[in-house]
């Protein structure tokens, strides 16, 4: 079963809350070659400085870790214009080698000087005022996976040559991009423990998760209804809420007992005095559809990625630090609302993990 990372978010200031996997502030190690189940959530301080989840319908969200503005190592990409692909351009030409990979490109006439010191960033400059190039391009085999992204340095204009700048730049080393609202069914249930009968009393459990944040339930003994019981902040169901809401019923009046686990989530409601060592033939039924859901979006993010061991590459810890990255994209803007440290340690059982051979002498 993989493991589940929830990250509460600030969205307006950018920073992780207290709560979920980052309950001191900042996120727990991940493990190279692990699976985590990652859920988020987005909250936002109103003008009364209370925190509410923020509604994403329409909206996406992407997680990235890996290191930031950092070029492949090796490989190969190529450029197109108008049709024409260029020859392979390696992720570290010189100028000069850039400029043969795309002299055969129809109609480029331009001239290549390098771009700072990175040795995977180019200038292209058009040879003709006013006259732009647009290139396209594919990655091909460039590693870490990475993209080639072509900006305008100087846009054209008359007497004005345009230039561009073609960058390489390493994507995520882990990425998650498919983000879906957590399901709220089985948050909130009941269900019958143990039958009565003459030796025994008859019990339900009720269970509330820790998604169920506010709202309130009703209990029901056949038809008829008891109090509503209001779920109170910090997750939790009051065990004394729920034994008055089930004795304002006639039928029950000082014939059910509540006691909750040491985790207030489970409640198991016993039917006794006048009702105990009994079968109790009518049915106790839950609604819960006015509980209150904190909104979470979940994906799945996989550690198991070669960019991931790339990470590791000559470096002698046990673990290396990088950057996590969580985007959120409404109404076509993009915004991140988070950007902050990662560590990530080294895994010793892996996929082609061998089992020792013992002998006995």
Not at 335 to 342: H, I, K, L, W
Request: net charge negative; proline share 2%.
């Amino acid at each position: 079963m993989a493991q589940t990372l929830d990250i509460h978010i600030d969205a307006g200031a950018g920073t992780l809350l207290q709560a979920g996997a980052a309950r001191t502030g900042s996120l727990p190690t991940l493990t190279r070659g692990d699976t985590y189940d990652v859920r988020l959530r987005l909250r936002q301080a109103n003008d009364s400085g209370v925190y509410e989840d923020l509604d994403l319908t329409g909206a996406s969200l992407r997680l990235g870790i890996g290191d930031i503005d950092q070029a492949p190592q090796e490989g190969e990409f190529f450029l197109g214009l108008s049709g024409v692909t260029s020859s392979a351009i390696s992720y570290n030409f010189s100028a000069a080698s850039f400029y043969t990979a795309i002299s055969g490109i129809a109609g480029t006439a331009c001239t290549v000087s390098v771009f700072g010191s990175g040795g995977s960033a180019w200038v292209v400059t058009s040879a003709t005022a006013n006259s732009a190039i647009t290139f396209t391009s594919d990655s091909y085999t460039l590693f870490p996976t990475s993209k080639v992204i072509i900006t305008t340095r100087r846009s054209p204009a008359t007497n004005i040559k345009p230039q561009y700048l073609v960058q390489l730049l390493q994507g995520p080393a882990a990425y998650c991009a498919t983000f879906s609202a957590a399901p709220t069914s089985g948050v909130v249930t009941m269900s019958l423990l143990q039958d009565g009968s003459s030796v025994k009393n008859e019990i339900y459990v009720l269970t509330v998760g820790a998604d169920a944040i506010g709202g309130s339930i009703a209990m029901f003994y056949g038809s008829s209804a008891g109090s509503t019981v209001q779920i109170t902040p910090g997750n939790t169901l009051l065990a004394n809420g729920l034994l008055t809401s089930l004795n304002s019923i006639t039928a029950l009046s000082g014939g059910i007992s509540v006691d909750s686990d040491s985790s207030g989530t489970r409640y198991y409601i016993s039917f006794v005095n006048n009702l105990a060592l009994t079968n109790i033939t009518t049915a106790l039924t839950l609604d819960a559809s006015a509980v209150q859901y904190a909104k979470f979006y979940n994906s799945t993010l996989t550690m198991g990625t070669s960019e991931v061991l790339s990470l590791f590459e000559g470096v002698d810890d046990s673990t290396v630090g990088t950057k996590i990255e969580i985007e959120l994209t409404e109404s076509g803007k993009r915004r991140t609302v988070y950007q902050g440290d990662a560590y990530i340690k080294k895994d010793m059982i892996v996929a082609s993990t061998y089992s020792p051979i013992f002998y006995t002498v």
